[in-house]
């Protein structure tokens, strides 16, 4: 808009100067006339007035004033354009760096939706290959409930077998008494290795065992050495004192075996056939006291059922 302005500064201006000159032109030869020639001094006062002259030429300068000051105007009123226009161009080129900006936040953006859809993709598959893998566990799940039914039934089985065989067994126990009369010390062993096949050690094995003690034999009649068990049997206890003999003799074996087989034992036994209620009470003390297990001739009857 300002540049279109610019012709009509120009033409404004070059009349500024035509006025000027015409101006002086005249003024100079109306000075001349008004000067040299009397008449027309006096035919010129009379006919416009010298007062009419001068309100003129002061509308002439207060016009020229007025031109001046548009022209003024002008200038800032473009000096403003221009800087408005700069400021627009720095605006449109903000804009454009702006619209730039959006572009690539754009194509980012794309990209970013472009790898989700394959994320999507593949979290998908992966959804898939989880639901599969699903119903394969839920039918390793079904056969190993069956597969547990099907234990559980060869747990019973197992249970009823070993019920019968220990029922045979016991039954040898007493055939075996009633043919060979087998002493107390042979139930007690028998009654030991039931208790450790409870304990978990069917393989377990109980018996007497002679043991080379200071150039002497020394005998524990209740013997196994895996798990080291150390214990004697006795036929009869009836007095306190008996008790106390059958502990310190008890103990005297578990010492030697601790110092041939450098360990202590599992368990330390003492099996009483027989005992008076006297001797009960001191021997459940005593065993009390020392960590002996103490099991008596009736316990073993119940359990063998002879």
Same mark, same amino acid.
């Given at each position: 808009m300002a540049r279109g302005n610019k012709p009509l500064e120009v033409y404004i201006s070059g009349l500024q100067l035509i006025l000027r000159f015409a101006m002086e032109t005249l003024k100079r030869e109306f000075l001349e006339l008004l000067d040299k020639d009397v008449e027309f001094r006096y035919a010129v006062a009379g006919f416009l007035g010298l007062s009419e002259i001068m309100k003129?030429?002061?509308? &002439?300068?207060? !016009?020229?004033? #007025?031109? *001046?000051? !548009?022209?003024?105007r002008l200038r800032e009123g473009q000096t403003e &354009?221009?800087?408005?226009?700069? *400021?627009?161009w720095e605006e449109i080129?903000?804009?454009?760096?702006?619209? #730039? #900006? =959006?572009? !690539?936040?754009? $194509?980012?953006?794309?990209?970013? $939706?472009?790898? =989700? +859809? !394959?994320?999507? $993709?593949?979290?998908?598959?992966e959804v898939k290959s989880l639901r599969e893998g699903q119903v394969k566990l839920w039918e390793e799940v079904k056969s190993l409930r069956e597969g547990q039914v099907k234990l559980w039934e060869e747990v019973?089985?197992?249970? /009823?077998?070993?019920?019968?065989?220990?029922?045979?067994m016991l039954s040898g126990f007493r055939e075996?008494?009633?043919?060979?009369? /087998?002493?107390?010390?042979?139930?007690a062993a028998a009654f030991l290795e039931v208790m450790l096949e409870e304990m978990g050690y069917p393989d377990a094995r109980v018996g007497k065992k002679i043991l080379a003690y200071h150039d002497e034999a020394v005998e524990i009649n209740l013997f196994c050495e895996e798990p080291l068990i150390v214990g004697e049997a006795t036929i009869s206890v009836k007095r306190a004192e008996e008790a106390e003999r059958e502990i310190r003799?008890?103990?005297?074996?578990? *010492? &030697? /075996?601790?110092?041939?087989? +450098? +360990?202590?034992?599992?368990? $330390? &036994?003492l099996s009483v056939a027989r005992a008076t209620e006297e001797a009960i009470e001191v021997l459940k003390n005593l065993t009390k006291e020392h960590g002996v297990k103490l099991v008596l001739g009736k316990e073993i009857e119940e359990e063998l059922a002879i």
């Open positions: 003129r030429l002061d509308a &002439i300068a207060e !016009e020229q004033a #007025n031109l *001046r000051k !548009e022209q003024i &354009i221009w800087t408005d226009l700069e *400021r627009i080129k903000a804009l454009r760096e702006g619209q #730039n #900006n =959006l572009w !690539e936040g754009q $194509v980012k953006l794309w990209e970013e $939706v472009k790898s =989700l +859809r !394959e994320g999507q $993709v593949k979290l998908w598959e019973k089985m197992l249970r /009823v077998n070993y019920d019968r065989m220990r029922k045979y075996l008494r009633a043919t060979l009369g /087998v002493a107390f010390e042979d139930h003799k008890l103990l005297d074996r578990v *010492r &030697i /075996v601790e110092e041939r087989y +450098r +360990r202590k034992p599992e368990m $330390v &036994i």
